[in-house]
């Protein structure tokens, strides 16, 4: 069974920085593109970030562009969301997916909460 | 960047009604697109990818179509699990844009 479990989250100050991680189980995590996603309360979907199986490709949404870093380690089946210089908009639940073999976000985690407020 | 959306933002129907919800890209993305099934506190769930391909375990009620610009998901006969927000996205570029989502409500 596929699994994708979110750490990390937390409250931070503007301008702070938090790692988050996701460990995958289940799959073979070395042949499959990595995503983040977030949604801010009660708000929808924005896309975050991706990589690709072997780091070779990664894009970012224009909003997180040169403050976020996304990164994996396929030893240790983990995969990384850097967020420095943090905004309130910035304030979300943080999914991990992985993409299927089409490309489409075919499992996710169960999300982890970032929270950025003095 | 290729901009998605979706109509209606809400959609209020009756257990049993067919209930079709529509997602047009900016730009052409061939059938480069998913549709996922969001309900209350929980992660979104795949539905359809590739415009029309149904996901493993997914009833068959749940259809998609659609190729280019214009694309449609359609629930033949809605059932008390269904209420939930839908977004379509698409993945025919390296920025994989949602739709703002379709929340459909019980009449």
């Known amino acids: 069974e596929v699994q994708l479990v979110e750490s990390g989250g937390g409250l931070v100050k503007p301008g702070g920085s938090l790692r988050l991680s996701c460990a995958a189980s289940?799959?073979?995590?070395?042949?499959?593109?990595m995503n983040w996603v977030r949604q801010a309360p009660g708000k929808g979907l924005e896309w975050v970030s991706s990589i690709s199986s072997s780091s070779s490709y990664i894009y970012y949404a224009d909003s997180v562009k040169g403050r976020f870093t996304i990164s994996r380690d396929n030893a240790k089946n983990s995969l990384y969301l850097q967020m420095n210089s943090l905004r309130a908009e910035d304030t979300a639940v943080y999914y991990c997916a992985r993409s299927g073999l089409g490309g489409a976000f075919q499992h996710w985690g169960q999300g982890t909460l970032v929270t950025v407020s003095s | 960047d290729i901009q998605m959306t979706q109509s209606p933002s809400t959609l209020s129907a009756s257990v049993g009604d067919r209930v079709t919800i529509t997602c047009r890209a900016s730009q052409s993305i061939s059938s480069w697109l998913a549709w996922y099934q969001q309900k209350q506190g929980k992660a979104p769930k795949l539905l359809i990818y590739?415009?029309?391909s149904l996901e493993s375990g997914v009833p068959s009620r749940f259809s998609g179509s659609g190729s280019g610009t214009e694309f449609t998901l359609t629930i033949s006969s809605l059932q008390p699990d269904d209420f939930a927000t839908y977004y379509c996205?698409?993945?025919?570029?390296?920025?994989?844009?949602f739709g703002q989502g379709t929340k459909v409500e019980i009449k």
């Open positions: 289940g799959f073979t995590f070395s042949s499959y593109s």
């Open positions: 590739k415009a029309s």
């Open positions: 996205q698409q993945y025919n570029s390296y920025s994989r844009t």
